[in-house]
């Protein structure tokens, strides 16, 4: 399963689950399927990518929730790493913890592989809205 997650912090990656409500079953499916699988990978898009990170968050109005029919995609140790991607983190799952209203996964970074070809501008998730990494101080 794939999904767009909130948080990428080195070996981590992590859900909100608003218990008790639609958004945690929601949720729960790729935490799920990723401690069945073992590991997960994590990819680093650009913002012509953006359209990605809707699908897999359940906000494309052209593809299903999770397809993975939606880009080229080869297959990693730890899940599905993106073809065209700026980097990718390809992990092998540590630890599964329940943290109140959040899922953190914690993983082993297995291989790592960065796409010399891709914008070297980082897509951005804040305040509802995409962005792309741009350096404060030159």
């Given amino acids: 399963a794939g999904s767009s997650c ?15 409500s639609a958004h945690e079953t ?9 401690a069945a699988n073992g590991g997960y990978c994590v990819n680093v898009l650009s913002a ?14 052209r593809f299903a929730r ?3 029919g939606s880009a080229d995609w080869q297959r990693a140790d730890g899940g ?9 983190f390809d992990c092998a799952l540590d ?5 109140g209203t959040h899922q953190v996964l ?5 291989a790592t592989h960065r796409d010399a070809q891709a ?20």
């Fill in 66 to 68: 999770y397809d993975f």
């Fill in 80 to 88: 599905w790493r993106l073809l065209d991607s700026i980097a990718s």
């Fill in 119 to 138: 914008d070297a501008s980082s897509l951005i998730y804040a305040r509802r809205a995409y962005s792309i990494a741009r350096p404060i101080f030159r």
């Fill in 6 to 20: 909130q948080t990428a912090i080195a070996l981590s990656i992590c859900w909100c689950e608003s218990q008790g």
């Fill in 48 to 61: 012509p990518q953006s359209f990605l990170a809707d699908v897999f968050a359940g906000r494309s109005d």
């Fill in 106 to 110: 914690i993983g082993r970074v297995l």
């Fill in 26 to 34: 929601i949720t729960r499916v790729p935490a799920a399927a990723i």
């Fill in 95 to 99: 630890r599964d913890i329940a943290a």
